[in-house]
């Protein structure tokens, strides 16, 4: 028996370019716990939600003029998506579609971990004996540049 269930999958369109999956996913969890979040090239995202009252909370929240659901402090649309928009989701054909915007794109890492000018601190402890010969104890940092740390990644499938 097919039964028809509503939908819980809203398409957000408007979404700004510097807007992250986790920004997305943090904004959307005020209506109700989310099962999944994508986004896809030109302003376009999909958030499932769990229950299909979490989905229509987040449509109704965003018709309501004097109080707008925002991204990055830009007004976004919501809309209630249907299961045929589930199904075009990352099967577009141009491959865009199929990478997630999880994080901003750093310099990748190689295979072996980074070489040359490496980012990580190493500190070097002059041994008890050099001490006793006037060393003093010194400690020495390799780092030659600024560190960055790296960003929280988080899933939640």
Not at 23 to 50: C, H, Q, W
Request: hydrophobic share 35%; proline share 5%.
């Amino acid at each position: 028996s097919s039964v028809s269930k509503a939908p819980t999958m809203v398409v957000v369109i408007g979404v700004p370019e510097e807007c992250s999956v986790l920004d997305l996913k943090s904004r959307f969890e005020a209506y109700g716990p989310i099962s999944r979040t994508r986004m896809e090239p030109g302003g376009v995202a999909y958030v499932n939600f769990r229950s299909s009252e979490a989905a229509q909370s987040a449509v109704a929240a965003a018709q309501d003029s004097s109080f707008p659901v925002t991204l990055h402090s830009i007004p976004v649309q919501v809309l209630l998506g249907s299961s045929s928009d589930q199904v075009l989701v990352g099967r577009r054909g141009d491959n865009q579609g199929l990478f997630s915007r999880l994080v901003r794109g750093e310099v990748p890492l190689r295979r072996q971990g980074r070489r040359g000018n490496s980012t990580l601190v190493s500190t070097v402890v002059k041994p008890k004996e050099e001490e006793e010969e006037g060393g003093g104890g010194e400690i020495s940092s390799g780092l030659q540049g600024g560190f960055k740390g790296r960003e929280i990644v988080g899933y939640d499938d």
